[in-house]
């Protein structure tokens, strides 16, 4: 059994630091405290520091840590697929002990050493579904780091998008795309790059302030329709809450947001491909489009890194609609293992 990040923190003789505020942060002070680990301090990244508090510790810059404790173990709290940023904290695990910390985006399941044996046939099956070498190397290196937060393996599954796009969509000049978590445009505009031409894009964005730079970054586009909404499994409205940027989710003291399901929307016109990214609420999203998976059988990306269950549970969810699609999984440059998705083809 792998040695989770939780044990060698647990173990350590070193001081623990956080490098990072934040939603991952609390996640990841709230287990260690669970654990009975104590934290010594926070520190940030330069620009992140601004003399401020985080859970009653000051908000160090790396040097004034080091200058502080010396020799130290790291835990990363946040995400990240900027180059500079990246570069970073691979310069930190140079000179520290480092591991990057995978806790969901959406909800509180730690995957530790306990949920993994709960869920380990989940994930020898999916594991078995895979249809490819790479997509098997890929999802043992994941499943890896997940439990062991350790760099070097999650890094060693990192591959190029452009080969996703080469080896597996392998779009052509007759697709009718469907984006769920359009953002502000530009995965609709990747898109666009990968084809000559199209029939017909949906484009789908809850965030009131995403779907406006949506609207003014895709203005030049032709047959393309814009829905403010969430893709759901009910036509009911919900509450919505924006964090800014890609993070918006359904939550009790939101803003109300129509819900549409994408069986509705097509009302049974046709569709080839269909991308899932809706922080969380792929489960949901996935139930709405269960006849249109059924039926029509579009290439499907789907987003497996929001929640801890996403990694196997989302695949077994749509491969019980249709068996016969073949699954690969790839994960594009990020610290943690976000950036990371289920292709059915």
Known sequence: MIETVWEKAAQTKKPVLLYGTGNGADKIMDELTRLGVNVSGVFASDSFVRKRTFREFPVLSYSEAKKQFGDFLVLVAFGTNRPDVMRNILSISSEQELYAVDVPVVGNEIFNAAFYQAHKDEIETVRRLLADEESRRIYDAIIRFKLGGELPVLLSSQTDKEEAYKNLLRLNDDEIYMDLGAFN?????????????????????????????????????????????????????????????????????????????????????????????????????????????????????????????????????IMSLRSDYRLAIRHFPYIPAWDTQFYFT
Not at 276 to 285: I, K, S, Y
């Open 185 to 317: 445009g530009d995965t609709v505009l990747e898109f666009v790059s990968h084809t000559r031409s199209y029939r017909k894009i949906y484009a789908v964005e809850p965030d009131e302030r995403n779907f406006k730079k949506f609207c003014d970054n895709t203005a030049h586009l032709r047959h393309i329709e814009r829905l403010r909404l969430c893709a759901s499994d009910s036509t009911e409205e919900t509450l919505f809450a924006s964090r800014g940027g890609r993070s918006g989710t359904q939550q009790q003291n939101g803003f109300p947001v129509p819900c549409d399901t994408v069986d509705h929307i097509l009302g049974g016109q046709d569709i080839t491909y269909i991308k899932f990214d809706v922080e969380g609420m792929e489960a949901a999203a996935i139930r709405g489009a269960e006849e249109t998976i059924r039926t029509r059988k579009p290439k499907l990306l789907v987003s497996c890194y929001h929640r801890s269950e996403d990694i196997f549970s989302l695949a077994l969810q």
